[in-house]
């Protein structure tokens, strides 16, 4: 570990678990703990400059894991909860981030505490990104899925992953996919295909029809930045992290990766995901039983 790493862990580790506050003069005795603590930026309560974080290039992700558990400390310190730290953040979109808002204004509230929120609520300017849940539904909680369902969830997986738009019968466990531009269009379907649509397609007349596409850009997109942060090669990770943050995501992050010794794993974690999503969707119309 770099010696300056070391040296900022240090004061991190240091920093006074009990900032001094003091209380106004001629205050009202009956003003509550938030009336009588200031405001004041993480920088200002440590007395630790946001200057003095070394920029994520020069640090390898062990380093980065060092330096965001002293800084958890610090945030617990402060008595700061992180109400919507994403689970599944990588540490170096973690430490971007929190080290991006250490001058945020917050209150140190010794008895009760302040939730420290950087979700907006607005996806496209949430500060965790596509990390965050923010203004999607809540779905059932994942889990594995039952032997019934895999074979068909591995399925519609593949055929939305290739762009096509996929339905499932669960009482028959029948699937069918079609172009997304020929769907519902059986005259074009025809023109297109040289087939007949209804000799084709039998969907719109089952009982029960689940409906699956490819996810939206934003899904895909958070999937390429997990996918980023379990690669070990410190370099190929930032590379790969740079990529995302330049014009043309999804182009960039594929040349790299189809060059890259982890084409397959890569393969292998996008198919995971889509499966989980798949699922997360499937068993929301299923009955209770089934889930």
């Known amino acids: 570990m770099k010696n300056y790493i070391k040296q900022l862990i240090a004061i991190l580790e240091k920093v006074d678990p009990q900032p001094n506050v003091e209380t106004p003069a001629n205050i009202n005795r009956k003003a509550s703990e938030r009336d009588l603590h200031p405001l004041k930026s993480i920088e200002e309560w440590t007395g630790i400059e946001q200057i003095v974080f070394p920029s994520i290039e020069r640090m390898t992700l062990e380093e980065v894991s060092h330096l965001n558990i002293a800084i958890e400390k610090v945030i617990d310190s402060l008595n700061l909860n992180l109400v919507d730290k994403p689970e599944d953040i990588p540490p170096e979109k973690f430490y971007t981030i929190i080290t991006n808002h250490w001058q945020d204004k917050v209150q140190y509230l010794p008895s009760s505490g302040m939730d420290w929120e950087l979700c907006s609520g607005d996806p496209t300017t949430c500060a965790w990104g596509a990390y965050c849940n923010c203004g999607e539904e809540s779905w059932f909680s994942r889990g594995e899925v039952?032997?019934?369902?895999?074979?068909?969830?591995?399925?519609?997986?593949?055929?939305?992953?290739?762009?096509?738009?996929?339905?499932?019968?669960?009482?028959?466990?029948?699937?069918?996919?079609?172009?997304?531009?020929?769907?519902?269009?059986?005259?074009?379907?025809?023109?297109?295909?040289?087939?007949?649509?209804?000799?084709?397609?039998?969907?719109?007349?089952?009982?029960?029809?689940?409906?699956?596409?490819?996810?939206?850009?934003?899904?895909?997109?958070?999937?390429?930045?997990?996918?980023?942060?379990?690669?070990?090669?410190?370099?190929?990770?930032?590379?790969?992290?740079?990529?995302?943050?330049?014009?043309?995501?999804?182009?960039n992050f594929k040349d790299i990766i189809d060059n890259s010794d982890y084409r397959e794993k890569w393969f292998a974690f996008k198919q995971s995901q889509m499966e989980e999503i798949v699922w997360d969707e499937m068993q929301y119309e299923l009955p209770s039983s089934d889930k």
């Open 146 to 251: 039952p032997e019934k369902y895999r074979k068909a969830v591995k399925e519609i997986a593949e055929f939305i992953d290739a762009g096509l738009v996929c339905f499932f019968n669960p009482l028959t466990m029948e699937l069918e996919q079609v172009v997304p531009e020929l769907e519902g269009e059986p005259e074009l379907f025809e023109d297109t295909v040289g087939e007949k649509w209804e000799d084709c397609y039998k969907y719109e007349s089952w009982e029960h029809c689940l409906r699956f596409e490819q996810p939206a850009s934003r899904e895909s997109f958070k999937i390429m930045e997990q996918f980023a942060g379990t690669v070990p090669d410190a370099h190929l990770r930032q590379q790969l992290y740079n990529a995302l943050d330049r014009k043309r995501p999804f182009a």
